[in-house]
């Protein structure tokens, strides 16, 4: 069984425009100790993907209208909001995008650490306090006894995000789902982050879910990616197979769109932006999403009706009527210089 | 932490000065002598002898320099219309009774206006919102004097639970209390749910509920203490509020304090009266936002650093 | 047709709206505008009150000309009647017409109350301006001024005021109460001129070397409208409140011209027998300053849209 189970997930937000489909109907799993990466531009639903596995989402105007979220066998979106508060935190933790904001500005650091270790285990102060010198020495923050006392603001950005993993860590959760954890960052901070957390994941054996907009970041600290696109899974593979060869002509944008530090054509090639924009989500139309940014699309089904997210190989689904893999024949004249 | 009080506090010396300085001369402005009130025409020598007991014979700068060295000796000087009593009399007499119930109404404003703010913003766009954000637009519109003479008229004389006027025992003290009470309420409910509404956005509180910390903990200590630290700074404000609202008060409950005694002092021309009470309500409101920065400093870590 | 070179270079590069006098920079004005009346629209609450307010302003100005009833004339038989059809709020001790009177006394403070509002912003706008605009050391000393005078209650200082005028008429009404009533306006004006100061627009026509009185009357205090908008119906009842309470401690306008505060004040001797007279007043001054707070609050969601919430 898996660690996280997501099963036809809808999180949809009831706004006075109409109703968005921020996410609509999404199937994933998680395995023990392994690393899932969800990928898609902003506004694509990936956020709310995690907020709604937490139980976190904004209610109103949010609201998981169906699906489950199954968690080690149980399904969290049918508990209670007590019980919930003892999951969360415990058994899943979650560090967010912003480290500047995410913190408490008028608590030290050390009660926002200690008060997570002692909502969740029944431990004298004392010993808190030491666990949580622990923790920061863990996430490599220098002179950990005398930061304990410090506030937020005192902390650089990489270091605060530290200490949200710090604190995301001090339970000992079997999971942990990373909601772009690097993007605020300045980028010579981004690597060390992201190689902070992946030892930290293998040492604590965590099963983690990394959310991004960035191929970058997933490319190295993941086994397992997920595309996202307007609300829907696009393509789902293993991490080397979707690099490799990446099947929807969306993952494929976004993979030419990532730079190229290494080899010859590096010169030559450039960065292709993708075209248009995300569809609005408020009553989208049953077509393919991504068809009207599709240079594949046109005169054929995909207009007018939604793919099925179908497995092309062993571990490789795609929701796509023109995979790359069967369209061997256009695929030299497409990357042909135009 | 230390250094930024102290410097603070220093900082309102000169605030005082340049305050007591504008009363100071405003007062100089004002037409007409105090001493042409007396029955009698006053002898020249006598008006002479007068103005020099209150050093009126002197440079308005030496005369300010008096004044100020009055005032940081705690001696405001004596009443110029009220033969052998001082401003320091009058004060002693008069204050307490309106500090009592500026008091009690400040107390009456949070204890009701707080939870009242505090209930509407977890109850965001529901009838109870709607019902206490009607409610406090309401007080917060409506003249003191009428809440005062409502309560008068319907608590004390239909009902007679209380009497209508007088400031003695207790049972004196509700409705005027009340009626000052009422505005400052209002304002405290909208403050409140305002910044309320405002921390319960802020990530750091999705953090907290990220952690698994029960509701309580969440509410009670990360979005309560950071809405309130910012409605502090309404102490200032409010506080001048207050004493204006104590005026109209004070004169329809018949309650000898500061506010009705100004307007006594005015008519009387009594100028050091008129300024030793000025001077005295500004120092109150100086004095309150001393205290707000500091405890601003205290409360919210952020401005320590910024400051010192 | 251009004498100054620099002009040319300045006019092309001012793109904020309004300012350049290019054909196509009006339009986008008149859009922000539209904007912030659609904006205004949406929200249902100050649109009523909006309504309302003109309603009250429409009485003020037509009941006393269309009313039978002389507003001055004492006629005991009919003192002290509660509201009927012929006295929609009823007489007052002296037997004289409420509803025309009141819609007197409503002139008396609406005009009270722009006038002295108008003062505010006057002031306001050049204390903030100049403390803004010039910035560095003056703006400093200029703002902890302000800090300290912050709070600071206006009723004595207003008292003080008439005190030294001597008369008391509804011009020296309005110096009384914007004496003290100024603070927060200048600093309104002093943030926006500051943030202003920051937009490129601005350093774009500060590096292609416009004069400061061009760059502070072109490109800052017209963009501090809609501001000024808005602190005009936040300073409106403060100083209508204000006006009131003077009168009602008996240092407001005489009569005959009663301000609605001078008129609570009269009623007030005979509440315990007729409290309609205090009532009808009282009811008119929280009417208006309600409706004020409403429009307020509509204008900041309208004309300042960074501030609203969500």
Not at chain 1, 44 to 66: D, F, N, R, W
Not at chain 2, 225 to 244: E, K
Not at chain 3, 253 to 279: C, F, K, L, N
């Amino acid at each position: 069984m898996a660690l996280l189970e997501v099963n036809d997930l809808r999180t949809h937000f009831f706004t006075r425009e109409g109703v968005v489909r921020a996410v609509d109907g999404i199937s994933f799993s998680v395995e023990k100790g392994k690393t899932l990466g969800i990928v898609g531009e902003s506004g694509c639903g990936k956020s709310v993907t995690a907020l709604s596995i937490m139980g976190l989402i904004p209610q109103p105007p949010a609201k998981i209208v169906s699906g489950e979220v199954l968690f080690e066998g149980q399904d969290l979106t049918t508990l209670s909001e007590h019980k919930l508060e003892d999951v969360r935190g415990r058994e899943i933790a979650m560090i967010f995008q912003d480290p500047m904001t995410s913190l408490n500005p008028t608590l030290t650091i050390g009660t926002q650490i200690t008060e997570t270790i002692r909502r969740h285990y029944d431990v004298p102060q004392k010993q808190a306090n030491k666990k949580a010198i622990e923790l920061l020495e863990e996430v490599r923050i220098p002179r950990a006894s005398e930061r304990l006392k410090d506030y937020p603001h005192r902390f650089s950005g990489g270091m605060r995000q530290r200490v949200m993993i710090a604190i995301a860590l001090s339970c000992d959760p079997k999971l942990l789902i990373a909601d772009e954890p690097t993007t605020a960052l300045d980028v010579t901070v981004q690597a060390s982050v992201l190689d902070l957390l992946d030892d930290l994941r293998s040492e604590h054996d965590m099963a983690m879910i990394i959310i991004t907009h960035d191929m970058g970041v997933v490319a190295e600290a993941t086994d397992d990616i997920a595309v996202m696109y307007a609300g829907q899974i696009v393509e789902q593979a293993s991490t080397l197979d979707l690099f490799d060869h990446p099947e929807h002509p969306y993952t494929e944008a976004l993979l030419g769109a990532l730079p190229q530090l290494e080899g010859e054509d590096i010169r030559h090639r450039r960065l292709t932006a993708i075209p248009g924009r995300p569809p609005d989500l408020i009553d989208p139309p049953a077509a393919c999403r991504f068809a009207p940014r599709c240079r594949y699309a046109g005169g054929d089904s995909c207009t007018e009706q939604m793919p099925e997210l179908r497995e092309i190989r062993k571990g490789h689904w795609v929701r796509s009527a023109h995979p790359a893999s069967e369209r061997a024949g256009d695929r030299a004249a497409a990357e042909a210089p135009a | 932490m230390l250094k930024f009080i102290v410097r603070r506090v220093f900082w309102t010396i000169p605030v005082l000065l340049v305050v007591i300085f504008l009363t100071f001369m405003m007062m100089r402005q004002v037409k007409g002598s105090p001493f042409r009130h007396t029955e009698r025409a006053v002898p020249a020598a006598v008006k002479a002898n007068l103005e020099r007991k209150f050093n009126l014979d002197k440079p308005w700068y030496m005369q300010y320099a008096y004044y100020v060295k009055g005032v940081f000796t705690l001696d405001l000087g004596p009443s110029l219309v009220l033969r052998g009593r001082d401003v320091n009399d009058i004060i002693k007499t008069h204050f307490p009774k309106s500090a009592e119930l500026g008091l009690y109404a400040f107390l009456f404003a949070i204890l009701l206006g707080v939870p009242l703010g505090v209930v509407a913003a977890l109850r965001h766009n529901t009838w109870v919102d709607y019902s206490a954000m009607f409610f406090s637009n309401v007080f917060h519109a409506v003249p003191s004097f009428l809440i005062a003479t409502l309560l008068i008229y319907f608590v004390a004389l239909k009902a007679g639970w209380v009497p209508t006027s007088g400031w003695t025992s207790w049972e004196y003290k509700i409705l005027p209390s009340i009626a000052l009470g009422f505005g400052p309420m209002a304002l405290f409910a909208r403050l409140v749910r305002g910044t309320m509404l405002e921390t319960l956005q802020q990530d750091y509180v999705r953090t907290a509920r990220a952690k698994g910390l029960r509701y309580r903990r969440v509410v009670g200590l990360h979005v309560l203490r950071n809405s309130l630290i910012p409605v502090i700074t309404a102490a200032g404000p409010l506080l001048g509020y207050i004493i204006t609202g104590s005026f109209v008060i004070e004169l329809i409950f018949n309650i000898p304090g500061i506010g009705g005694y100004y307007v006594t002092a005015v008519s009387a021309r009594d100028y050091s009266v008129v300024m030793g009470l000025t001077v005295l309500l500004s120092g109150l409101v100086i004095f309150a936002n001393l205290v707000v920065d500091i405890l601003y400093g205290v409360l919210d870590p952020r401005t320590r650093d910024v400051r010192t | 047709m251009v004498a100054n070179p620099s002009d040319i270079r300045e006019e092309g590069l001012a793109v904020e709206p309004g300012a350049a006098p290019a054909s196509g920079a009006p339009i986008r004005q008149s859009n922000l505008w539209k904007d912030a009346w659609r904006r205004y629209l949406r929200n249902r609450a100050a649109v009523i009150a909006g309504a309302f307010f003109l309603l009250i302003i429409l009485y003020c100005l037509l009941a006393p000309i269309l009313s039978p009833w002389d507003p001055d004339a004492v006629k005991y038989p009919i003192a002290k009647q509660d509201p009927s059809l012929s006295h929609f709020f009823g007489t007052d001790k002296y037997g004289r017409d409420l509803f025309t009177r009141t819609a007197l006394g409503g002139r008396v403070s609406i005009l009270i109350g722009f006038g002295a509002t108008v003062a505010i912003l006057a002031i306001g706008v050049l204390y903030g301006a100049i403390s803004g605009f010039v910035g560095g050391r003056l703006d400093n000393g200029l703002m902890r001024f302000l800090d300290a005078l912050y709070g600071l209650p206006y009723l004595p200082f207003a008292i003080i005021t008439l005190a030294i005028i001597g008369t008391t008429n509804m011009w020296t009404m309005m110096i009384a109460l914007s004496i003290a009533s100024w603070f927060t306006t200048a600093r309104i004006v002093r943030g926006q001129v500051i943030s202003l100061k920051e937009n490129d627009y601005v350093r774009a026509a500060k590096a292609v070397g416009a004069r400061w009185y061009r760059i502070l009357f072109r490109h800052l205090l017209p963009n501090t409208l809609g501001v000024l908008i808005i602190a005009i119906f936040l300073e409106l009842p403060a100083v209508i409140l204000g006006e009131a309470f003077l009168s009602f401690i008996g240092l407001g306008i005489s009569p005959p011209d009663p301000s609605w505060g001078a008129m609570a004040q009269e009623g007030r001797s005979t509440y315990r027998t007729h409290p309609i007279e205090i009532v009808v007043p009282s009811v008119a001054i929280a009417s208006l300053v309600m409706c004020a707070n409403f429009i307020a609050d509509g204008l900041r969601d309208a004309l300042d849209p960074r501030s609203r919430k969500s």
